[in-house]
Antibody
Framework: QVQLVESGGGFVKPGGSLRLSCAASGFTFSDYYMSWIRQAPGKGLEWVSY????????LYAPSMKGRFTISRDNAKNTLYLQMNNLRADDTAVYYC????????WGQGTLVTVSS | QSVLTQPPSVYAASGQKVTISCSGS????????VSWYQQFPGTTPKLLIY???KRPSGIPDRISGSKSGTSATLGITGLQTGDEADYYC???????????FGSGTKVTVL
């Protein structure tokens, strides 16, 4: 069955960096666009970014453009999110999801940005 | 402030029907497909409706989706206590070049 497993979350100080990973299995990863979505504590869902099958098309939410970088390794069936210059308002659970519509989601990984 | 507007909460008695609205604009719901997601506290969101009205495999037909103009609606009939959750609509926004979600609606079964 389809599985998406995120990792890499944790505690980081403002201005710091983190790299999230999402290991995919149970489907042909290279055939699907993938996305990151986040949810701040007690808040709603916020789309972060998506990446096309061969990484030719990449889009970001305006508030994350320039600080976050999405990438993928189809040989490793893995999606990544490099997050730089993190701010307190980036604190959230970060989910990876299969794009269009978001039919499968990972369990999420918590990123906490605090001094 | 979400681009897509949903009521913060809706209430209905067990066995009754509840509807959740999702209001957008021509930049999003008016010209792009709407999806709906269900989320229980502390769990991962689940896709309920895609392409305005289609149900993924395993979603019961008491769950329905519709759209008229720039407003979409999620309907749940035969309401059960197990339906108490947060529900989010989402759609692509061609002006923002971003996917946008509604602010979410909490369903409470009286």
């Amino acid at each position: 069955q389809v599985q998406l497993v995120e990792s890499g979350g944790g505690f980081v100080k403002p201005g710091g960096s983190l790299r999230l990973s999402c290991a995919a299995s149970g489907f042909t990863f290279s055939d699907y666009y993938m996305s990151w979505i986040r949810q701040a504590p007690g808040k709603g869902l916020e789309w972060v970014s998506y990446i096309s099958t061969s990484a030719n098309t990449i889009l970001y939410a305006p508030s994350m453009k320039g600080r976050f970088t999405i990438s993928r390794d189809n040989a490793k069936n893995t999606l990544y999110l490099q997050m730089n210059n993190l701010r307190a308002d980036d604190t959230a659970v970060y989910y990876c999801a299969r794009w269009g519509p978001f039919d499968y989601w990972g369990q999420g990984t918590l990123v906490t940005v605090s001094s | 402030q979400s681009v897509l507007t949903q009521p913060p909460s809706v209430y209905a008695a067990s066995g009754q029907k509840v509807t959740i609205s999702c209001s957008g604009s021509s930049s999003n719901t008016g010209n792009y497909y709407v999806s709906w997601y269900q989320q229980f506290p502390g769990t991962t969101p689940k896709l309920l409706i895609y392409d305005d009205y289609k149900r993924p495999s395993g979603i019961p037909d008491r769950i329905s989706g519709s759209k008229s103009g720039t407003s979409a609606t999620l309907g749940i009939t035969g309401l059960q206590t197990g339906d108490e959750a947060d529900y989010y609509c989402g759609a692509w926004d061609g002006s923002l070049n971003a996917y946008v979600f509604g602010s979410g609606t909490k369903v409470t079964v009286l």
